[in-house]
């Protein structure tokens, strides 16, 4: 069993800064990808950054310069830091793991999720 929690989530105005964290458990955390994915209202949900299993990042073009992803491995916890925070930024957001990733931000490639956590940027 593979689980995922994540936490972090919070109301700021445009601008400010945020960090989500994302607990896992139960697998090799080094050799999986992980990723954070956001869902607005009526929107799909969207690839936001992802580290493959070789360390690789990758970022969405919409908050590259602005979010960083990291992970701890001794921890079992990715990290995502959300500066500059914009109204469009507003969603729910996912973190997700799974042993294999060709394209790390497809949702598509997930099969662990979170139940995410809410981020809300006001204007």
């Known amino acids: 069993q593979v689980d995922v929690v994540e936490s972090g989530g919070d109301s700021v105005q445009s601008g400010g800064s945020l960090t989500l964290s994302c607990a896992a458990s139960?697998?090799?955390?080094?050799?999986?990808?992980m990723g954070w994915f956001r869902q607005a209202p009526g929107k799909e949900r969207e690839g936001v950054a992802a580290i493959e299993s070789d360390g690789t990042t990758k970022y969405a073009d919409s908050v590259k310069g602005r979010f960083t992803i990291s992970k701890d491995n001794a921890k079992n916890t990715l990290y995502l830091q959300m500066n500059s925070l914009k109204p469009e930024d507003t969603a729910m957001y996912y973190c997700?793991?799974?042993?294999?990733?060709?394209?790390?931000?497809?949702?598509?490639?997930?099969?662990?999720w979170g139940q995410g956590t809410q981020v809300t940027v006001s204007s």
């Open positions: 139960g697998y090799t955390y080094g050799r999986y990808c």
């Open positions: 997700a793991a799974d042993p294999l990733c060709d394209y790390a931000l497809g949702a598509y490639e997930y099969n662990y």
